[in-house]
């Protein structure tokens, strides 16, 4: 299903795909990864293009998707964070003490 679409590069869901997360369609890069990516690593749009091998349009893009649905975005990031803790419970891996 397509969820916004102003220009050539979509944001889509799809179920079976990053569990229904929104991505870049034909890629399984999700709009907060690029969005992360950018916002909250402080790289360029350009720089992300590049590493990621994208246009430039389709790193704007998901950066467009993210602000126009911040309670959805931010709900992704609790559930990401919510399995990082439940994973981290479960390993054997030495935690690190805080």
Do not use: F
């Amino acid at each position: 299903m397509i969820l916004y679409c102003e220009s050539m590069s979509d944001v889509v869901t799809t179920e079976s795909v990053l569990d229904g997360t929104p991505r870049l369609d034909g890629h399984r890069i999700s709009a907060l990864q690029i969005a992360d990516m950018v916002v909250d690593s402080a790289r360029t749009p350009e720089y992300v293009a590049d590493q990621l091998d994208l246009s430039l349009a389709n790193t704007h893009e998901p950066l467009a998707y993210y602000y126009r649905h911040p309670d959805e975005m931010d709900a992704l990031r609790a559930k990401d964070e919510a399995l990082k803790a439940e994973l981290d419970e479960l390993s054997n891996a030495p935690h690190k003490q805080t």
